[in-house]
Nanobody, 124 residues
Framework: QVQLVESGGGLVQAGDSLRLSCAASGRTFGSYTMGWFRQAPGKEREFVAALNWNSGSTYYADSVKGRFAISRDNAKSTGYLQMNSLKPEDTAVYYC?????????????????WGQGTQVTVSS
């Protein structure tokens, strides 16, 4: 079992930056993939970024490529999503997720473990 807890959400203005954290507990992340998803009101939950915990390889949705960066701190068992140049359309609840394996999954159904989500609101 893996438990995930997100933090770091908040209200910011367009153009600002924010860093989300995802603290993991339970089984180690040695052979896991971590993903970030987001869900805006009335919309489906969508993929944002994924990271292979062991190799550090990453993959991003086109909508955030060049603005967001996913990373991890092995010593703290914590993953991060650094969000720069935020736009109002980035407003959503952000979720971190994890699943065993090395594939950089982009589908929600590929992830077994989920955090509770953290709200990010970007004002114009």
């Amino acid at each position: 079992q893996v438990q995930l807890v997100e933090s770091g959400g908040g209200l910011v203005q367009a153009g600002d930056s924010l860093r989300l954290s995802c603290a993991a507990s339970g089984r180690t992340f040695g052979s896991y993939t971590m993903g970030w998803f987001r869900q805006a009101p009335g919309k489906e939950r969508e993929f944002v970024a994924a990271l292979n915990w062991n190799s550090g390889s990453t993959y991003y949705a086109d909508s955030v490529k060049g603005r967001f960066a996913i990373s991890r701190d092995n010593a703290k068992s914590t993953g991060y999503l650094q969000m720069n140049s935020l736009k109002p359309e980035d407003t959503a609840v952000y979720y971190c997720a994890a699943n065993s394996g090395s594939t950089l999954y982009t589908f929600r159904s590929s992830y077994r473990y989920w955090g509770q989500g953290t709200q990010v609101t970007v004002s114009s």
